[in-house]
């Protein structure tokens, strides 16, 4: 038995990386015509977050609010320290395939202030627990920020466009040629395939992993606190490092994803967690916040402040990169304790 489970969880942490290498590659392309940012932070965040709401929705349309609010938590300390750390040892060393010193962050302003919006305001809303209008409040608020960020990459069209249009005394007139446009087809439609291939994958592969710690003999509150928010997050984090070895470009969409998915988590993910608790309930089910919950939105809010805080300089590096995986060390003790 103990075999099976471990050959399952190869099998399927193999579909899981052909998946994210299929989503990096489609992304990449994507990013010629909609930009680095914008992909990062919206069709690959939603394409590697898709298990994860998944899960958050049934778990709390099936009345388990504690489990589908607490994976959205751990999954920003996560991502938000361990996940942008192994993203910058890469991305700044030979492990990438054009390593860089520094990365410029200055351009990620809108994510980074919104990522500290919506962490304080679903910590406030989090007071008297979640229901029917905070639902309302964080679909509004992710909606917001697809806007902005679809209004910015427009603005950042045009000015490429005048810039064409300044080089050149005979400017083309469509940019986008027969040939790019159908790669940008394919592309799109590798990145489809990719995103269906990690959906299908995600939830076995949880599963399998959990099997073979079971088996080996792995006490509950590792599962929980180490070995779960890591298999879960799996999709991203190997998006995150098969995009950091490719460079410049390949790090800005690693970037935008990981604040992309974060805003994401604080927003629509806890949206489908009130809806599901509403499916469940009723009109007027409530998540209500247990001891062990605060401790966790207090962590999860304390670790994404933080975090975001070293992003606001002008250009980041491996020594982030190594403040943050200490953060991510001192944030597993932290649960542990909690969860004792």
Do not use: C
């Amino acid at each position: 038995m103990e075999a099976n489970n471990i050959l399952a969880m190869l099998m399927w942490l193999g579909v899981l990386t052909f998946a994210s290498w299929l989503l990096s590659y489609g992304a990449e392309h994507l990013a010629t015509k909609f930009g680095a940012r914008f992909v990062g932070r919206t069709l690959l965040s939603v394409a590697t977050t898709l298990p994860e709401i998944a899960i958050v929705a049934y778990a709390a349309s099936d009345g388990s609010f504690g489990i589908a609010l607490g994976a959205g938590l751990g999954s920003n300390v996560l991502m938000m320290t361990l996940g942008l750390a192994i993203m910058l040892l890469i991305a700044t060393t030979r492990l990438s395939k054009r390593p860089i010193k520094k990365i410029d962050v200055t351009s990620f302003k809108l994510d980074k202030i919104f990522l500290v919006l919506t962490a304080i305001v679903s910590a406030i809303l989090f007071i008297d627990g979640y229901h029917f209008i905070d639902g309302i409040v964080f679909t509004v608020l992710f909606l917001v920020y697809v806007f902005v960020a679809f209004y910015e990459m427009r603005l950042e069209k045009k000015k490429d466009r005048e810039k064409i249009i300044k080089e050149y005394s005979n400017p083309p007139e469509n940019v986008n040629l027969p040939g790019n446009q159908k790669q940008l087809i394919k592309s799109g439609i590798i990145f489809m395939i990719g995103t269906i291939g990690i959906f299908l994958a995600a939830e076995p592969f949880i599963e399998s992993l959990e099997h073979v710690s079971v088996d080996i003999g792995v006490s509950a509150i590792i599962l929980s606190v180490v070995i779960s928010p890591i298999a879960g997050e799996m999709p991203e984090k190997i998006s995150l490092m098969l995009l950091a070895r490719k460079g410049a470009q390949g790090t800005s969409i690693a970037i935008a994803n990981v604040l992309g998915s974060k805003i994401l988590n604080n927003t629509l993910l806890l949206a489908f967690a009130v809806f599901g608790a509403m499916y469940h309930s009723g009109f007027g089910a409530v998540i209500d916040r247990t001891e062990i919950l605060s401790h966790q939105m207090i962590l999860a809010t304390g670790v994404t402040l933080i975090a975001v805080g070293l992003m606001f300089k002008k250009e980041i590096g491996l020594r982030t990169g190594f403040i943050l995986l200490a953060m991510y060390v001192v944030s597993i003790g932290l649960q542990f304790f909690m969860n004792s």
